[in-house]
């Protein structure tokens, strides 16, 4: 048996890379279950579409998609190498992944996603928002316009998007996850741009998941939803695993993996929250 826990752990070397950086480059490597994860056909025939899915919690999500038997397409800014390092990892586990590069802060991209998932996974019952743009000012006057307004654009208009294009072409039990962060309740002032838009997320998963839970979900005893139903669901991982990357990594792709199959009790506002190697799963409000 492996030791969940026999990883490199912080102190780190200081190194530095040019956003939007290659996984290549790291020192040490993240670990994202290349030897660690065993699938179990719980995803089999499903198509996944993920955002970031070149790298980090991303790549470990698509590796753990893949393993356990959907196939994948995989959205990334223009990181090739790492892009087609996650190709290969899917493929190797015997599932059709596709890659489409370029910027999800542009509404025609987001589109441009959703329809080659269609026309070449032929659907999506999986759409991971995981990209997201993250830098660090120690005041908001060294914030500049551009950098706010992207930030935005990458990080939740770009979800609106992606929903919103997706939604029309997903069945009954499919799964919209949200990456959203602890900066969504203990916002850190270094990255005011970037927390405010996390807290942004969760608001937005919280009230699509209720409109739309209204317009489409329809409960019954041990039934899937009906109608055209679809759940959401909020992943958020813990700023304390996420800055050691090596941790972060396995928390995530296991609560997404979860969250998949887990519909009844994650429909409708709620969230899946993974703090120091735990997962806190919480009930929808009202209950």
């Not at 995530?252 to 120091?276: I, M, N, P, Y």
Request: aromatic share 6%; hydrophobic share 35%.
């Amino acid at each position: 048996m492996q030791d969940p826990t026999d990883y490199p752990k912080p102190p780190f070397r200081p190194q530095r890379q040019p956003m939007p950086g290659l996984t290549s480059k790291m020192s040490p490597v993240p670990d994202h279950g290349e030897k660690s994860y065993k699938g179990a056909g719980r995803l089999q025939g499903r198509k996944a579409v993920i955002t970031g899915g070149d790298s980090g919690i991303g790549r470990a999500v698509a590796l753990a998609y893949a393993r356990e038997g959907a196939d994948v397409l995989i959205s990334y800014l223009d990181e090739e190498d790492d892009a087609k390092e996650s190709q290969r990892l899917v493929v190797e586990a015997g599932r059709k992944a596709v890659l489409i590069g370029g910027d999800i802060q542009h509404p025609a991209h987001c589109r441009e996603i959703i329809d080659r998932a269609v026309s070449e996974l032929g659907g999506v019952d999986i759409l991971v928002n995981n990209a997201a743009h993250q830098a660090s000012f120690k005041d908001i006057a060294d914030i500049s316009d551009e950098e706010w307004e992207l930030t935005f654009k990458v990080n939740i208009h770009s979800m609106f998007y992606l929903i919103k294009a997706a939604v029309p072409h997903m069945k009954p039990g499919s799964a919209i996850i949200n990456t959203a962060s602890i900066n969504s309740d203990s916002p850190n002032p270094i990255l005011l741009a970037y927390a405010t838009t996390k807290g942004a997320i969760q608001n937005f998963t919280a009230g699509l998941s209720s409109s739309d839970g209204r317009r489409y979900h329809t409960r019954g005893a041990n039934q899937p939803a009906a109608n055209g139903a679809f759940s959401h669901y909020l992943l958020k991982v813990g700023l304390a695993i996420s800055n050691q990357t090596l941790g972060a990594q396995g928390i995530a792709r296991r609560t997404s993996v979860g969250l998949c199959l887990d519909r009844r009790r994650h429909s409708e506002d709620s969230h899946a929250e993974s703090r120091g190697g735990d997962l806190h799963r919480a009930c929808p409000r009202g209950r």
